[in-house]
């Protein structure tokens, strides 16, 4: 074997990665260092993101736009893989569980709320000045805004091969636009509470949007002078629940053609596209059977550590999200400037609003720490969320960000039918128009839901 530098395939993964380290040495370098990127709360692998975009666009890098779109993929599967099978912590009551369902509602009657937006202004491009326009791209806001780049690429690949030209860059560009508005919007945002003197900053060193308060070593868990190290076992779970994924989903994609080729050319790009959601699936079926294992002594050893998993989870979607950005292709944005303008813009404002009634509705005791979480996930990603809300409550006093990880948990249940209305909202006008009124009654019904048993307000204990 050659293992000289003419050995592309050999050394092309470590080029690449080398790159994509540096951009987030450099983000990190001027983030510390640059007082208006710190306060403007932009996470440090979107700013590096940007800065790949920036040097590929003006050519100063040639970046392998395939491996990224790769990294971008195996990013999110690998990122909720890891998240699933951390140890879930109990809840201490009823209504404890209550607010976590009710959070998941939260989130995905976002989803609908964004995409009922996306709809309206694509039709109303669509019906007017821009025939042509994919009818069904009006999906990709929640996908972007919502889920994060790594759902906007999946969905955006799917479209673009069903007809939408540029799709994959129009998700991931109305993504990269959900940051900016989580950090710009959530931050003016903020700056208005303090001036109202309706909080007070706290300034305090940077730490990661990931980082959590689990201890580093639970009881039960295999010991740190174990044979195998500790992270090398959490590896080796989320990388066999990874293998089992694909599988799985070969198995099933297989199956259906046996049965039917066109079953399996209509569903076949879903499940491979939200390939994510059955690694989480499996990873929640790994842990309860470890978990079984334990409680009749099969199994003496917890092997899960929730801080590493957790850590595997955070460089996942850091890479993911680099990745993302970095390999948006500018040109074929060209003539859908006024939808994602469009978009961009009534997403970031329609949903604070959104938010501001709900939020203060579900989460009454700590309204402006559970809006500004929120706000920040549901334009952003989860640490975009956690970044803003430790902004007013550092230490996590609050159970706003953990209603960010319970509420994502019950989301995935919630969001279940999303599947269904991305395939849908493509296949023609009729399809689009049926799916848009499931949308809407579904938006209303988890409006219903959540409204319908009010929180009453009492002080924090």
Not at 92 to 115: F, H, P, R, T, W
Not at 183 to 196: D, E, F, H, S
Not at 201 to 208: A, M, N, P, R
Not at 327 to 335: F, T, W
Request: glycine share 8%; charged share 15%; hydrophobic share 50%.
């Amino acid at each position: 074997m050659d293992f000289s530098a003419s050995n592309h395939s050999l050394w092309n993964i470590v080029i690449q990665f080398g790159i994509i380290a540096a951009a987030i040495l450099v983000a990190t370098l001027l983030r510390r260092k640059t007082p208006f990127i710190r306060k403007s709360l932009l996470p440090t692998a979107v700013l590096a993101g940007f800065i790949l975009l920036l040097l590929r666009s003006t050519h100063v890098l040639n970046l392998d736009t395939d491996f990224l779109k790769m990294m971008t993929y195996h990013g999110i599967a690998i990122g909720f893989i890891a998240l699933s099978l951390r140890i879930p912590v109990s809840q201490d009551n009823e209504k404890g569980k209550l607010v976590a369902v009710k959070s998941g509602a939260l989130i995905v009657s976002s989803y609908l709320m964004q995409a009922l937006i996306g709809f309206a202004i694509v039709l109303a491009l669509a019906y007017t000045f821009m025939p042509g326009l994919f009818k069904a791209a009006g999906i990709l806001l929640p996908m972007g805004y919502g889920q994060g780049p790594g759902q906007a690429n999946n969905v955006g690949a799917t479209y673009e091969a069903m007809g939408f030209a540029g799709g994959r860059s129009f998700g991931l560009a109305l993504a990269a636009a959900g940051y900016l508005c989580a950090c710009i919007i959530g931050v003016i945002y903020l700056n208005i509470l303090a001036r109202k003197n309706k909080l007070r900053k706290i300034e305090h060193g940077d730490i990661s949007g990931s980082v959590n308060v689990d201890a580093f070593e639970d009881q039960g868990e295999i010991p740190v002078a174990e044979s195998i190290d500790r992270f090398s076992m959490q590896v080796a779970l989320v990388v066999i629940v990874y293998l089992a994924t694909y599988l799985v989903t070969w198995g099933i994609t297989s199956g259906l053609a046996a049965i039917s080729q066109s079953l399996s050319d209509s569903l076949s790009s879903i499940l491979w596209g939200f390939n994510f959601i059955v690694g989480s699936a499996l990873a929640m079926l790994l842990r309860y059977i470890l978990k079984k294992l334990r409680k009749f002594k099969v199994m003496t050893r917890q092997y899960q550590n929730n801080y590493l998993l957790s850590r595997i989870s955070g460089v996942a979607f850091d890479m993911m999200i680099v990745a993302g950005i970095a390999s948006i292709d500018i040109a074929d944005l060209s003539g859908l400037w006024a939808p994602f303008l469009l978009m961009a813009a009534a997403g970031g404002l329609i949903t604070l609003v959104y938010l501001r009634w709900l939020c203060k509705k579900l989460y009454p005791n700590y309204y402006h720490e559970a809006l500004v979480s929120m706000y920040g996930m549901m334009t952003g990603t989860i640490s975009s969320g956690i970044l803003l809300v430790r902004e007013i409550d550092p230490r996590f006093e609050t159970p706003a960000a953990n209603n960010l990880v319970t509420g994502s948990g019950t989301g995935i249940i919630f969001g279940i039918p999303m599947l269904i209305f991305i395939k849908t909202a493509a296949q023609n006008d009729t399809m689009l128009y049926v799916t848009i009124g499931i949308v809407a009654v579904y938006w209303l019904a988890l409006v219903l839901f959540i409204t319908k048993f009010r929180t009453k307000k009492r002080d924090l204990k």
